[in-house]
């Protein structure tokens, strides 16, 4: 096994070698891992020296000059600035930080894709899940139609026939949904590369329209066996495992959406009154009574699963280093991980939000009711749930004229 205490760190990163090792410490790192770590700092400080560069002079281009020199090298693990996250937040944190780059024209795939992330995150403040939504669709508009010279990214031939292209060949085979998500975070891209100079011409208006009928989709529900199924997935002799159920448990109970679970904070919880706030869209802020069963799968979590070197007192975070707070995805990865242990298919977190509703109606309880635990803006919203009660449907259906009398 790696021992940190082992890796050397010469060059430019020499004196931040101690005190990023006391951080992958503090925020749970393995001494594997943080050896892994260890010797990435290495290895950029040896390149950086070569270069005759300082830390305080390193950018964004940099980072992408020497990843294209790991992948060229060979080496396949922490090719990408993912990798170097825990790094830059502890530079970031000591007062070290990235010298503007030169704009990302001819740049790579993955840095153009990193500087829109950070457009979407700070200039725009969307959710994470957003984001993860956004970079899926745009990702393969820049693969497909702008790339040159390997890696290399070609903005002068970016035109509207290549964006129309695109979307005819791409959204035929997506859902209405998904299509919807293309043509959405297609229009953000380029307005976000017009707005950076990276594009002569505004070509948000080339990108196609997909067409859509409100409420005119039957929502998918489970059924309880499913729930049950779902739920039994979890191995709760694990600290995973009971984080995992006490997720499944209030999807499956409260109906929230995936960003609501990973936005609940300690804070949030009224364990005297039994009550939980819940921090929806549009930054609302609103109560909802806390099922025994729901509170009984969070504290057991919570004594005996959560970190104690979270990084912040988000009720849920990761498993692994660094314990940052969950993410609206990683808590709909946790649906889709359960579900296929249940045999029950690709199912994501909105699908357990759909089966709260259709459960509470075929139960008796209102649309108005309904709207309220959902945290409706509208009652259109939840009458498509109408539709599921099918016994009420039928109650009020007039004979078709041509069947049977």
């Not at 700070?122 to 970079?135: C, F, K, M, P, S």
Request: aromatic share 6%; hydrophobic share 45%.
């Amino acid at each position: 096994m790696n021992d940190p205490s082992r890796v050397s760190v010469s060059g430019p990163f020499a004196a931040f070698r101690e005190g990023f090792l006391r951080s992958l410490l503090k925020w749970g790192y393995t001494p594997e891992s943080a050896a892994n770590q260890l010797h990435l700092m290495a290895h950029l400080s040896r390149w950086l020296a070569g270069e005759s560069r300082d830390v305080h002079a390193l950018s964004e281009n940099d980072l992408q000059r020497y990843f294209q020199l790991r992948r060229h090298d060979g080496y396949t693990p922490c090719v990408s600035r993912k990798a170097m996250l825990p790094m830059l937040t502890h530079l970031r944190a000591v007062g070290v930080t990235l010298a503007a780059s030169n704009g990302v024209s001819g740049g790579s795939v993955d840095f153009a894709i990193d500087q829109y992330r950070d457009y979407l995150v700070h200039e725009r403040g969307l959710a994470q899940l957003t984001i993860h939504n956004y970079i899926n669709a745009v990702r393969p508009f820049l693969v497909s139609e702008l790339l040159r010279d390997g890696d290399k990214i070609d903005w002068e031939s970016l035109n509207a026939a290549k964006v129309t292209a695109f979307v005819v060949a791409r959204t035929p085979n997506q859902s209405r949904s998904l299509a919807s998500t293309t043509v959405t975070a297609l229009r953000s891209f380029l307005g976000y590369l017009y707005a950076e100079g990276l594009i002569k011409q505004q070509l948000t208006a080339a990108v196609p329209t997909v067409a859509g009928w409100r409420l005119a989709a039957l929502p998918k529900t489970l059924q309880p066996r499913e729930v049950q199924a779902l739920l039994k997935a979890c191995d709760r002799r694990t600290r995973m495992g009971r984080r995992d159920f006490a997720v499944l448990t209030i999807l499956v109970r409260l109906g929230l959406r995936a960003s609501e679970v990973a936005g609940l904070r300690l804070d949030d919880i009224d364990w005297r009154a039994g009550s939980i706030l819940i921090r929806g869209k549009g930054n609302q802020i609103e109560p909802l009574p806390l099922p025994q069963d729901v509170g009984g799968a969070v504290v057991a979590y919570l004594r005996r699963g959560r970190p104690a070197t979270a990084a912040d007192r988000s009720v849920f975070v990761r498993i692994r280093a660094p314990h940052r707070a969950l993410s609206g995805i990683g808590v709909s990865e946790i649906v889709v991980a359960a579900a296929r242990r249940a045999c029950l298919g690709d199912i994501r977190a909105h699908l357990l939000r759909h089966t709260v509703a259709s459960q509470l109606l075929r139960a008796g309880s209102s649309l108005p009711e309904i709207g309220q635990l959902l945290r409706h803006r509208h009652i259109s919203t939840t009458a498509v749930y109408a539709k599921v009660d099918r016994d009420a449907l039928r109650s009020i259906a007039r004979p078709w004229l041509g069947g049977a009398a």
